[in-house]
């Protein structure tokens, strides 16, 4: 039997969690610093402790105004302090809500960022590292904070994106660019052969080879809801277990 995590971005004060979170086996939620009050950030972590889904941090820059998806310009101690401070205010309320927090995924154009900066990337597991030593980082395959996380000895997994189109390179086609986000139909059949096959078909129609521990559906999109409850519904229907990657079973 095949197997695959299935995780949204989510506590965002936007997306309909309760609803898409017993269909995941992950959730990788707000640290308030690009969306979500704590009142979104705590419900989250509520509903994923009801349904026994694994609970990632997901911090990002401090840039509500833009939901964290342009890049900042920061110093690095700056960054540091931020990126502490996120870890440390989601630690407090996963402990107050007696849930593990799992790992962690840094969030929008920091994500994109740490993928092909490889001195942001080592700043970000140095981060995790500090704050706890065994703490696993998701991300990209096979990217500049893979790689970052695998020297700072941090364990590390691998995500693909269910409705994101990919670039011959392996990155995400960027938002700006016409068919970066993909269709309903489009990213169910994405998914499904990235998991049967390991393989998918780029923007430029190109076949590539992808390692994926983990599948991400945006929790903010307005289809998200349809998509999580259709990819959990075709992925079972093929015989694949929707597990998370930490070992926590749906």
Request: with cysteine; net charge negative.
């Given at each position: ?70 890049v900042m310009a920061m110093s690095a101690d700056a960054l540091i302090l931020s990126l502490q401070q996120q870890l440390r205010y989601f630690q407090q309320l996963a402990d107050a809500t007696g849930v593990l927090m799992a790992y962690v995924k840094p969030h929008g154009a920091l994500y994109n960022q740490a993928a092909v900066n490889s001195d942001l990337a080592s700043l ?127």
């Open positions: 039997m095949k197997y695959i995590d299935l995780n949204a971005d989510l506590g965002e004060g936007c997306g309909d969690d309760l609803a898409i979170i017993p269909l995941l086996s992950s959730a990788n939620i707000s640290c308030g610093a690009h969306a979500g009050s704590e009142a979104d950030i705590v419900r989250a972590l509520q509903a994923c402790k009801q349904h026994q889904v694994c609970v990632g941090a997901h911090p990002s820059y401090p840039d509500r105004a833009n939901f964290g998806r342009q970000i597991a140095a981060v995790v590292k500090a704050h706890r030593a065994d703490l696993p980082i998701l991300t990209l395959p096979d990217c500049a904070l893979f790689h970052a996380a695998k020297a700072a000895g941090l364990p590390v997994y691998q995500e693909a994106f269910a409705d994101r189109a990919y670039l011959a390179t392996g990155q995400l086609v960027p938002r700006s660019q016409p068919g970066a986000v993909l269709g309903h139909q489009s990213a169910l059949q994405q998914s499904l052969r990235l998991v049967q096959t390991g393989s998918i078909e780029c923007i430029d129609q190109q076949n590539i080879q992808l390692t994926a521990d983990s599948l991400c559906l945006h929790g903010d999109s307005p289809e998200a809801l349809q998509l999580a409850h259709d990819l959990s519904s075709a992925l079972q229907l093929a015989g694949v277990r929707i597990q998370s990657f930490i070992g926590v079973f749906r």
